[in-house]
């Protein structure tokens, strides 16, 4: 295999150059790297691969070498790690015109895993000839752009990666709970209190209403971010957002028809959300009330998983079942956070009971309050309508457990 790398193979570590001559069907061929931490394995992969193959010895190496140009990344059985994964998933999310195959000597499930939620498009099980080398390469190659997009600093250096956005999923497994007027204050308060961008996104692709609550009428929706996926880079997932004033968040809603539905999967909403990470501060998800692939990729790359219990005994039975749900799909309990709304004596339930009930401390208690209703049929925030209400001040409450210690004094 012929590759556009200037350079020998083995452990010379030039720039990578800019794609060159044609790949046939009048495509650029793209550069090729192997990177892995033993000498002899990368030596020998490169020689594999042809004249020309860059090789490097971490992450951090080839990412100070990246110029831009498309380039596949053959990982080695080293880089099958849980922390060397954790560097590659930050360098793909950051740069797309890189792509990566991973090559390990025992191929089990967790491997494959771990490998494809990190954003490595192949795995392959050692030893690999060359034609499965040519083809896996191909096919990564056809998925790849060029890109001007400079590498964070931290990964240059091969150190942790540079802080990408807070992701906070919202999430109950009965409709009517209030996860969507949760979801839509708190992202409007963030807005008001965080330095960078906050979005919200409404991943309720069906039935989804935050535009609704929020009185926006899009332009744009999650449909089109999907259909844009080939090309999206962060100055065009800016012109498909919504903004909601005074505040200015940002907004991707839901489809306009429960049909488009079918065209978004999870693979597709998690590229979304890794993007937008990238640029803003907090990126706000409202779920449905059911678990399918989407809500199950957005809790693996959510830091914290709000879930809402509403105060009445169908809806406290049916979130006792999501979260015996999720401690079978070994969901981290660190990240689950329960949120009671309408929690007051109003609804006759008490809620220290629903607690000892579930085996989970609440981490906020919403009242219940006609001020909500109101607001949410005004197309407004409640934290607008009524900032002095006792539910307004239970939303301030629950932001700054996300807010660092002087954000939190900082209110409009």
Do not use: C
Not at 204 to 233: C, E, N, W, Y
Not at 326 to 331: A, E, K, S
């Amino acid at each position: 295999m012929t590759s556009p790398f200037s350079g020998s193979s083995g452990d010379g570590f030039p720039d990578l150059p800019a794609t060159a001559g044609d790949g046939g069907g009048g495509k650029p061929r793209v550069a090729v790297a192997v990177v892995d931490d033993d000498q002899a394995t990368r030596s020998r992969m490169a020689m594999q691969l042809g004249n020309g193959t860059a090789a490097f010895a971490s992450i951090g190496e080839l990412a100070a070498s990246l110029t831009g140009s498309p380039v596949v990344v053959v990982l080695g059985p080293s880089l099958a790690t849980s922390s060397d994964l954790s560097t590659t998933e930050q360098l793909l999310a950051a740069r797309r015109e890189v792509g990566a195959i991973m090559v390990t000597e025992e191929l089990s499930t967790d491997t494959l895993q771990r490998a494809l939620r990190a954003g490595v498009k192949d795995v392959l099980q050692a030893p690999v000839d060359s034609n499965q080398f040519d083809e896996a390469i191909g096919r990564v190659a056809s998925t790849l752009t060029a890109s001007p997009a400079a590498v964070p600093p931290a990964v240059v250096e091969g150190e942790v990666p540079g802080e990408l956005g807070r992701v906070i999923m919202v999430f109950s497994t009965k409709g009517g709970s209030g996860k969507s007027v949760i979801a839509s204050n708190l992202a409007v308060l963030l807005a008001e209190r965080s330095e960078k961008p906050v979005v919200l996104v409404d991943a309720d692709l069906q039935f989804g209403d935050v535009a609704v609550m929020l009185k926006l009428t899009p332009q744009h929706t999650i449909v089109d971010a999907v259909g844009s996926l080939d090309r999206l880079d962060d100055t065009l997932l800016k012109e498909l957002l919504a903004t909601h004033d005074p505040e200015g968040l940002l907004v991707l809603p839901a489809p306009l028809e429960p049909a488009f539905a079918d065209q978004i999967g999870a693979a597709e909403m998690v590229r979304i959300v890794e993007q937008l990470r990238t640029f803003a501060g907090y990126v706000v998800i409202d779920t449905p009330a059911y678990f399918n692939d989407v809500v199950l990729g957005l809790i693996e790359i959510s830091d914290d998983v709000l879930l809402v219990a509403g105060m009445d005994i169908p809806n406290i039975k049916n979130v006792k079942i999501g979260l015996q749900t999720l401690r079978l799909l070994n969901t981290p309990m660190e990240k689950l956070r329960l949120i009671l709304n309408r929690a007051n004596s109003k609804v006759r339930l008490d809620a220290s009971e629903v607690e000892r009930t579930l085996g989970v401390q609440a981490d906020a208690l919403i009242p219940s309050d006609i001020v909500v209703p109101q607001s949410v049929n005004r197309g407004e925030p409640v934290v607008h309508v009524a900032p002095k209400s006792s539910v307004a001040k239970s939303f301030n409450e629950l932001t700054d457990l996300f807010l660092p210690a002087p954000a939190k004094k900082r209110r409009r």
